[in-house]
Protein backbone atom coordinates (compact mmCIF):
# COMPACT_ATOMS: atom_id res chain seq x y z
CA UNK A 1 0.00 0.00 0.00
CA UNK A 2 2.64 2.52 0.93
CA UNK A 3 4.69 1.60 -2.45
CA UNK A 4 0.98 2.55 -4.32
CA UNK A 5 0.80 5.68 -2.69
CA UNK A 6 4.43 7.15 -2.68
CA UNK A 7 4.02 5.82 -6.69
CA UNK A 8 0.98 7.90 -7.30
CA UNK A 9 2.63 10.63 -5.21
CA UNK A 10 5.67 10.52 -7.42
CA UNK A 11 3.79 10.62 -10.79
CA UNK A 12 1.91 13.59 -9.02
CA UNK A 13 4.80 15.61 -8.82
CA UNK A 14 5.56 14.48 -11.60
CA UNK A 15 3.09 15.51 -13.14
CA UNK A 16 2.74 19.21 -12.12
CA UNK A 17 6.84 19.93 -12.43
CA UNK A 18 6.38 18.72 -16.45
CA UNK A 19 3.37 21.12 -16.34
CA UNK A 20 4.30 23.87 -14.97
CA UNK A 21 2.95 27.27 -14.94
CA UNK A 22 2.61 27.58 -18.84
CA UNK A 23 0.26 25.13 -20.65
CA UNK A 24 2.13 21.57 -21.76
CA UNK A 25 2.10 22.55 -25.68
CA UNK A 26 3.73 26.25 -25.07
CA UNK A 27 6.01 25.07 -22.59
CA UNK A 28 7.76 22.77 -25.57
CA UNK A 29 7.08 24.02 -28.23
CA UNK A 30 10.04 26.38 -30.34
CA UNK A 31 9.58 30.18 -29.97
CA UNK A 32 9.32 31.91 -33.16
CA UNK A 33 12.69 34.26 -33.50
CA UNK A 34 11.66 38.00 -34.31
CA UNK A 35 12.32 39.04 -37.54
CA UNK A 36 14.29 42.61 -37.99
CA UNK A 37 12.36 45.18 -39.52
CA UNK A 38 13.43 45.43 -43.70
CA UNK A 39 14.50 48.96 -45.26
CA UNK A 40 12.78 49.46 -48.05
CA UNK A 41 14.48 50.25 -51.43
CA UNK A 42 15.42 53.46 -53.08
CA UNK A 43 13.67 53.19 -56.57
CA UNK A 44 14.85 56.47 -57.48
CA UNK A 45 17.75 57.00 -59.37
CA UNK A 46 20.56 59.58 -58.90
CA UNK A 47 23.00 60.51 -61.80
CA UNK A 48 25.85 61.50 -60.89
CA UNK A 49 27.54 63.68 -63.40
CA UNK A 50 31.75 63.73 -63.40
CA UNK A 51 33.89 66.70 -62.45
CA UNK A 52 34.35 69.09 -65.53
CA UNK A 53 37.84 69.23 -66.95
CA UNK A 54 39.57 72.04 -68.25
CA UNK A 55 41.07 71.52 -71.75
CA UNK A 56 44.89 71.51 -70.03
CA UNK A 57 43.60 68.85 -68.26
CA UNK A 58 41.43 66.73 -71.09
CA UNK A 59 44.89 67.26 -73.04
CA UNK A 60 47.53 65.98 -70.01
CA UNK A 61 44.59 62.87 -69.31
CA UNK A 62 44.75 61.51 -72.59
CA UNK A 63 49.06 62.13 -73.30
CA UNK A 64 49.35 60.01 -70.46
CA UNK A 65 47.18 57.37 -71.99
CA UNK A 66 48.64 57.27 -74.94
CA UNK A 67 52.52 57.33 -73.44
CA UNK A 68 51.52 54.29 -71.11
CA UNK A 69 49.99 52.58 -73.59
CA UNK A 70 53.15 53.24 -75.85
CA UNK A 71 55.58 52.62 -73.57
CA UNK A 72 53.65 49.22 -72.56
CA UNK A 73 53.45 48.38 -76.80
CA UNK A 74 57.51 48.63 -76.97
CA UNK A 75 58.02 46.82 -73.46
CA UNK A 76 55.70 44.14 -75.48
CA UNK A 77 57.90 44.36 -78.50
CA UNK A 78 61.10 43.81 -76.65
CA UNK A 79 60.14 41.45 -74.31
CA UNK A 80 58.45 38.74 -76.91
CA UNK A 81 54.78 38.91 -75.85
CA UNK A 82 52.09 37.34 -77.31
CA UNK A 83 50.88 39.19 -80.85
CA UNK A 84 47.54 39.99 -79.33
CA UNK A 85 48.71 41.44 -76.46
CA UNK A 86 50.90 43.58 -78.77
CA UNK A 87 47.73 44.30 -81.55
CA UNK A 88 45.88 45.68 -78.13
CA UNK A 89 48.13 48.31 -76.96
CA UNK A 90 48.69 49.54 -80.23
CA UNK A 91 44.85 50.14 -80.74
CA UNK A 92 44.44 51.59 -77.14
CA UNK A 93 47.72 53.75 -78.24
CA UNK A 94 45.17 54.93 -81.30
CA UNK A 95 42.39 55.50 -79.36
CA UNK A 96 43.58 57.71 -76.74
CA UNK A 97 45.83 59.62 -79.67
CA UNK A 98 41.91 60.47 -81.21
CA UNK A 99 40.69 62.39 -78.46
CA UNK A 100 43.91 64.40 -77.89
CA UNK A 101 43.86 65.55 -81.45
CA UNK A 102 40.59 67.05 -81.20
CA UNK A 103 41.79 68.99 -78.46
CA UNK A 104 44.66 71.41 -80.79
CA UNK A 105 44.00 73.22 -83.06
CA UNK A 106 43.76 72.46 -87.09
CA UNK A 107 47.58 73.38 -88.09
CA UNK A 108 48.65 70.78 -84.88
CA UNK A 109 46.22 69.17 -85.81
CA UNK A 110 47.62 67.75 -89.48
CA UNK A 111 51.14 67.48 -87.59
CA UNK A 112 49.74 64.86 -85.74
CA UNK A 113 48.16 63.35 -88.43
CA UNK A 114 51.22 62.57 -89.87
CA UNK A 115 52.02 60.40 -86.55
CA UNK A 116 48.73 59.12 -86.46
CA UNK A 117 49.44 57.68 -89.73
CA UNK A 118 52.73 56.09 -88.84
CA UNK A 119 51.52 54.50 -86.14
CA UNK A 120 48.28 52.37 -87.93
CA UNK A 121 51.12 51.90 -90.54
CA UNK A 122 52.88 49.95 -87.64
CA UNK A 123 49.79 48.58 -86.71
CA UNK A 124 49.35 46.53 -89.99
CA UNK A 125 53.11 45.91 -89.95
CA UNK A 126 52.35 44.25 -86.66
CA UNK A 127 49.59 42.32 -87.96
CA UNK A 128 50.87 41.56 -90.73
CA UNK A 129 54.31 39.54 -88.91
CA UNK A 130 52.51 36.86 -87.58
CA UNK A 131 55.84 35.15 -86.27
CA UNK A 132 57.24 37.79 -84.66
CA UNK A 133 60.16 38.09 -87.63
CA UNK A 134 60.21 42.08 -87.74
CA UNK A 135 59.37 42.69 -84.24
CA UNK A 136 62.97 44.57 -83.63
CA UNK A 137 62.14 46.75 -86.47
CA UNK A 138 58.67 47.30 -85.07
CA UNK A 139 60.24 48.30 -81.81
CA UNK A 140 62.54 50.77 -83.61
CA UNK A 141 59.46 52.41 -85.67
CA UNK A 142 57.68 52.54 -82.21
CA UNK A 143 60.12 54.22 -80.34
CA UNK A 144 60.72 56.49 -83.37
CA UNK A 145 57.07 57.64 -83.14
CA UNK A 146 57.31 57.88 -79.73
CA UNK A 147 60.01 60.37 -79.37
CA UNK A 148 58.62 62.32 -82.29
CA UNK A 149 55.21 63.01 -80.53
CA UNK A 150 57.08 63.48 -77.12
CA UNK A 151 59.48 65.98 -78.75
CA UNK A 152 56.15 67.86 -80.81
CA UNK A 153 53.28 67.26 -78.63
CA UNK A 154 54.72 67.80 -75.18
CA UNK A 155 52.30 70.04 -73.18
CA UNK A 156 54.60 72.91 -72.75
CA UNK A 157 54.67 72.93 -76.83
CA UNK A 158 51.28 72.94 -77.38
CA UNK A 159 49.47 74.71 -74.25
CA UNK A 160 49.19 77.54 -76.73
CA UNK A 161 47.50 75.81 -79.22
CA UNK A 162 44.79 73.76 -77.36
CA UNK A 163 41.00 74.93 -78.64
Given at each position: ??S?????V?????L?T??G????????T???K??????????V??????P?L?K?E?????F??W??????L??????G??????ID???????????????LQ???????????????????????DL??N???Q??????????????????DK????LV
Amino acid sequence: MKSKILLLVTICLLLVTMLGCDAFVRKFTRKRKKEAPKEEMVLVPEEYKPPQLTKEEVYRQYFLFWKSWHDELINSLSAGASHKKQIDCINEALENLEPLRTTLQEAKQKKLDIYINQLKDLKESIAEDLYGNNVAQNRLTAERIKRGILRDFSYDKVKKYLV
